[in-house]
């Protein structure tokens, strides 16, 4: 069974940094492009960043673009999100996802990242 | 970017009844390359992670219940619940995933009636 596990999420101020992990379990993780995805409260889902099988590639939404970094480690089947220069509006519940390509097939439960002074 | 525009934002349907969900994109979604449309639909209950119903416009996952299906090329996609359960009760949403950055449809929330 695929299982994706979100952690790292908080409360942090405007300006902070958080880290967000996820460890994925039941599936081939370096087979697989990884992503994450966050909704607002109220919102819909919004697509963040992806990488590929190997991090040769990655791509970010504009709103997030040289704030947050995508990174994995194949070897402890992980994947992170480093995210900088913390705003309002990135407070949302984010989700680690994965699929054969841009597809997204699975999801983990999420984790709820608050910025607020 | 491509954008995915949802149709209606929510609907109330009795149990039994057919609920419709249209998605349209701002550029194709069909490869000349193989023929397939990059389009799939989730389901997003309260409180859970969303859970992909259909991939490739219409595509049913495995284990996902024969009243959903998907229909639509090109540009115009739908999803059909063709006898609402109350289970069915969530937010709905499709994905393009044809060009970067892959693009959300702005959701449509079903009720009961």
């Known amino acids: 069974e695929v299982q994706l596990v979100e952690s790292g999420g908080g409360l942090v101020q405007p300006g902070g940094s958080l880290r967000l992990s996820c460890a994925g379990s039941g599936f081939t993780f370096s087979s697989h492009w990884m992503t994450w995805v966050r909704q607002a409260p109220g919102r819909g889902l919004e697509w963040v960043a992806n990488m590929n099988q190997d991090g040769s590639q990655t791509e970010y939404v504009g709103s997030v673009e040289g704030r947050f970094t995508i990174s994995r480690d194949n070897a402890k089947r992980s994947l992170f999100l480093q995210m900088d220069g913390l705003r309002v509006e990135d407070t949302a519940v984010y989700y680690c996802?994965?699929?054969?390509?841009?597809?997204?097939?699975?999801w983990g439960q999420g984790t709820l990242v608050t910025v607020s002074s | 970017d491509i954008v995915m525009t949802q149709s209606p934002d929510s609907l109330a349907v009795s149990l039994g009844e057919r609920a419709t969900i249209n998605c349209e994109s701002s550029r194709t979604l069909l490869s000349g390359s193989n023929n397939r449309n990059y389009l799939s639909w989730y389901q997003h209950r309260p409180g859970q992670p969303p859970k992909l119903l259909i991939s490739w416009a219409s595509t049913r996952e495995s284990g996902v219940p024969d009243r959903f299906s998907g229909s639509g090329s090109g540009t115009d996609f739908t999803l059909t619940i063709s006898s609402l359960q109350a289970e069915d009760v969530a937010v709905y949403y499709c994905?393009?995933?044809?060009?970067?950055?892959?693009?959300f449809g702005g959701g449509t929330k079903v009720e009961i009636k």
């Open positions: 994905l393009q995933y044809h060009s970067s950055p892959v693009t």
């Open positions: 996802a994965k699929g054969p390509g841009y597809l997204i097939d699975h």
